[in-house]
T-cell receptor, first 113, second 115 residues
Framework: QKEVEQNSGPLSVPEGAIASLNCTYS??????FFWYRQYSGKSPELIMF????GDKEDGRFTAQLNKASQYVSLLIRDSQPSDSATYLC?????????????FGKGTKLSVKP | KAGVTQTPRYLIKTRGQQVTLSCSPI?????VSWYQQTPGQGLQFLFE???????NKGNFPGRFSGRQFSNSRSEMNVSTLELGDSALYLC??????????????FGEGSRLTVL
């Protein structure tokens, strides 16, 4: 059973702090990893993806991947109240043409003003 | 550019009934995936259609079915509804097969309540 595990939270950080969201995955064949953000009552939207070990930065967001440890993280610098949402980690195993995204259950982030 | 459109947005059914949900993908997108989202289980993959063919299927009973039309619009059907089918059903489209890109564009969802 391929699984993606996330701490459900809620993770509460003060405005301006760094929020650190973590994710582990069980399928060593997973090759790509995605972070989706879901505001309450809304649908998920893709905010970042990472394929290679190391860090990938996009504005205030940094995704980190360690395939040896099967660990993915998302750092949000200078957290804003508008970042308050549930963050979903997803892993993709291409597996030929049959791959699909396996989502974690999400971590709820609350940024306090 | 119009996003993914799902209809209906909300619906209430009783046990034993069936329901059909509709999804229109972003123009030009050929892949449509369906997910069930519940507080306890999170996002669970139902199936994906690409060019009218089911490419992949999750671990759901045969009561859950779907299809895709030549214009890429997709429908999913749930027969003999059970209380546990109450959930938000999300449709997502992608330019290529989702198993190749992982970049999904979600609709607002259809919230199904089974009484």
């Amino acid at each position: 059973q391929k699984e993606v595990e996330q701490n459900s939270g809620p993770l509460s950080v003060p405005e301006g702090a760094i929020a650190s969201l973590n994710c582990t995955y069980s399928d060593r064949g997973s090759q790509s990893f995605f972070w989706y953000r879901q505001y309450s009552g809304k649908s998920p939207e893709l905010i970042m993806f990472i394929y290679s070990n190391g860090d990938k930065e996009d504005g205030r967001f940094t995704a980190q991947l360690n395939k040896a440890s099967q660990y993915v993280s998302l750092l949000i610098r200078d957290s804003q109240p508008s970042d308050s949402a549930t963050y979903l980690c997803a892993a993709l195993n291409y597996g030929g043409s049959q791959g699909n995204l396996i989502f974690g259950k999400g971590t709820k982030l609350s940024v306090k003003p | 550019k119009a996003g993914v459109t799902q209809t209906p947005r909300y619906l209430i059914k009783t046990r034993g009934q069936q329901v059909t949900l509709s999804c229109s993908p972003i123009s030009g997108h050929r892949s449509v995936s369906w997910y069930q989202q519940t507080p306890g289980q999170g996002l669970q993959f139902l199936f994906e259609y690409f060019s009218e063919t089911q490419r992949n299927k999750g671990n759901f009973p045969g009561r859950f079915s779907g299809r895709q039309f030549s214009n890429s619009r997709s429908e999913m059907n749930v027969s003999t509804l059970e209380l546990g089918d109450s959930a938000l059903y999300l449709c997502a489209s992608s330019l290529d097969a989702s198993g190749m890109t992982g970049e999904l564009f979600f609709g607002e969802g259809s919230r199904l309540t089974v009484l």
